[in-house]
Nanobody
Framework: QVQLVESGGGLVQPGGSLRLSCAAS????????MAWYRQAPGKQRDLVAS???????NYADSMKGRFTISRDNAKNTVYLQMNSLKPEDTAVYYC?????????WGQGTLVTVSS
């Protein structure tokens, strides 16, 4: 069964940190480009960061320097370390895996940044 299962979301104060995890199963994780997207209430789903099968990373401009994406192919897991969180980072964060002809999505994990 193909699955992407996110975890690690929750409530954090402004300036705090969270690490999201996405555990993959049912497909050859190592060949997939993995990414994190987020969707705030009433807004479209936007790319946060991606990491290729070879480890090349890409970030949305507003996340550069604050967020770090990484992957552990031995554990079939992709991570998103989020630091210096702001209230505008509040959103549902989705894990995504893609190849040239397939796209997979997790169910999302809610991150709320509030005092």
């Amino acid at each position: 069964q193909v699955q992407l299962v996110e975890s690690g979301g929750g409530l954090v104060q402004p300036g705090g940190s969270l690490r999201l995890s996405c555990a993959a199963s049912g497909f050859t994780f190592s060949i997939y480009t993995m990414a994190w997207y987020r969707q705030a209430p009433g807004k479209q789903r936007d790319l946060v960061a991606s990491i290729s099968s070879g480890g090349i990373t890409n970030y949305a401009d507003s996340m550069k320097g604050r967020f770090t994406i990484s992957r552990d192919n031995a554990k079939n897991t992709v991570y998103l370390q989020m630091n210096s969180l702001k209230p505008e980072d509040t959103a549902v964060y989705y894990c995504n895996g893609r190849t040239f002809n397939r796209a997979l999505w997790g169910q999302g994990t809610l991150v709320t940044v509030s005092s």
